[in-house]
């Protein structure tokens, strides 16, 4: 599955979760998927623990999140001075 097929997966309606970006067809946000991943669960886990998953879903995700740091600007909150 190519990057916009995955991206396909990822939804943002203002009726759904107040517009936060959701796997398509469920109210599970990407937000929430990347903090199950963050706090150490596997695609596995993800998947069994909810019904009609994939894993392409989980690395849309990751796509998702990728993509859209790329298109952000940071700056220091904190100049370090020697």
């Known amino acids: 599955m190519n990057d916009q097929e995955l991206l396909k997966r990822i939804t943002i309606d203002p009726k759904v979760m107040v517009g936060k970006p959701v796997l398509k067809g469920t109210r599970l946000t990407v937000e929430f998927i990347l903090n199950l991943l963050a706090h150490g669960a596997t695609t596995a886990e993800i998947i069994e623990e909810y019904d009609g998953l ?8 990751l796509l998702f999140a990728g993509e859209s740091l790329s298109h952000t600007e940071f700056m220091p909150l904190v100049v370090e001075t020697v």
């Open 54 to 61: 994939i894993p392409e879903d989980i690395q849309a995700c």
